[in-house]
């Protein structure tokens, strides 16, 4: 397979980001209150105690810039398939030379590592200078800690892909694909910490890949886990991306076979 | 019918088309509603979960902070059945569609607000409203007699008023600047996330703004701290309690007059 195609894609994506300057300056800013407000209304919560149930302040505060931060970074469009299989461009992307799945990673990756670049590594250094932030456990957790959010990215990667495969027999997505949003929401740890859920709930969610996507590296970050938990909770990733992905390949070789093109 | 009179029946039929137009799909219609339902519960599901840890937010319990939550709501669902028009505004504006209106016999800001309804914000986001209300409104030990169910009335008609100001405001600035979006989102919609909690608890910029600038303050907080007197009451003065029909009537007219003054210099975008 040949990978230039692919990287010149990632590269377009990256490149159109960077026309929306206004934007995306504003987009820094709504993360940066966003973490601020949550902030206040946990201190309001925590009533100058030092720590709840093992939990500090400082903590909670380095979830929440790591979880929100990387939540504006990692941005997926939900809509990249559904949108043309809508307008029918569907049909011109399928006779294409390149694969039309290789052109979704790329041109996701392409936007996710520029907004990592210009929009959290941004938000984490204004709100290292201005908010107490825990500095990484150690240099071996940190290495582990960037491995785990690039397996944390493909779970909510092939999560959006599967659903996205969806829109070749539902014409409206959009509901499924905002409920999806909701479980990531509640359930991956960037609104609520999850060690505040209550203890069944944390006993379930380590097994769904919905906590494997932020909680986990914010766990390693903070050097939580031994290093043969820290394998463990990896191959867990891994294995869910597999799952999941795999599920959503089945949709869309399925999916190829049933495609109707409204119109044209 | 008489050419005078016929603002009612006009509305009525603009209501009943939109209807038509919003419900042509029927399952589709009950999952959009029930997104919009699951999405806005997703701060109140978060709350729940840190209620259950911490049982209550600056002396506010888990019923309180649901009744707080409520106003917010059900204000904007009955807000959005009629401004939904002045939301969408500035896509009018820009594909050129606005121009249309200028040439129909009727009211400019007439036909915005009964052009389009968006019924299913309204039944996600009123629907969540009237949940959280009936979840609540029997445990917080409010004493519902004619008096507290007038406030009631006048506080939810009074925070309709504010946010359908500050949506004609935005819809306004359309008219000087092609692109609204992100400011929307800056001033409207991260703050209307977190206006659902007690706002003593937040840095005193943050306090004055909500209070001054988005005035979601007047929208849900005081009218429920008038209510159910927590703490933190004691930090405003009383008469803040009392002023949300007011607010909400003079933000009203304030947008109200920009947009009539604004519209003269309406240029349009098409050709």
Known sequence: ?264 | MKIENDTLFLAGIYMKTTMKAWFQYRIDAVLRSIAVFLRESTGIIVIYFTLLQFDTLSGWNMSEMFFLFSLLFLTYGIMILFFTGLRDFGGMVRSGNFDRFLLRPRGLLFQLIFVDADWFAAIGQGGLGIVLFILSAGKVGIEWNIETIIYYVLAVAGGVLIQGAIFLILATLNIYLLQTDSLKELTYHNFRKFAGYPINIFHKAIQLIMIYVVPFAFVNYFPAQYLLRKPGAEEYSEIFFYLTPVVGSIWYLAAYLFWRISIRWYKSSGN
């Open chain 1, 1 to 264: 397979m040949n990978i230039e195609p692919y990287i010149a894609y990632a590269k377009k994506t990256f490149l159109q980001k960077t026309a929306y300057r206004f934007d995306h300056l504003m987009n820094i800013l709504s993360t940066c209150l966003k973490i601020f407000i949550f902030l206040e209304i946990y201190r309001a919560l925590y009533l100058g105690r030092e720590e709840i149930g093992g939990i500090t302040m400082a903590m909670v505060t380095t979830n929440f810039v790591l979880s929100m931060g990387l939540d504006a970074a990692f941005y997926i469009d939900d809509f990249f398939l559904p949108g043309k299989i809508w307008d029918g461009s569907i049909a011109t992307e399928l006779l294409r030379p390149v694969s039309f799945k290789g052109r979704m990673i790329a041109e996701n990756l392409g936007n996710a590592f520029f907004k990592l670049l210009f929009c959290f590594v941004p938000t984490l250094l204004i709100c290292v200078f201005t908010i107490g932030m825990v500095p990484p456990h150690s240099v071996e957790m940190f290495g582990a800690f960037l491995l785990s959010i690039i397996l944390g990215y493909g779970v909510l990667w092939s999560i959006s892909f599967a659903v996205q495969m969806l829109a070749f027999w539902l014409v409206n997505i959009w509901s499924i694909n905002t409920i999806k949003n909701v479980f990531i929401n509640v359930l991956s740890g960037s609104m609520i910490p999850l060690w505040f859920m209550p203890e069944w709930m944390q006993g379930v969610l380590q097994f769904t890949p919905f906590s494997s996507i932020y909680f986990i590296p914010v766990q390693i970050y903070l050097g939580q886990l031994s290093f043969r938990e820290i394998f463990l909770r990896c191959l867990m990733q891994l294995i869910w991306i597999g799952i999941i992905y795999e599920l959503g390949n089945v949709l869309w070789k399925r999916g190829q076979r049933k495609l109707v093109v409204q119109g044209g």
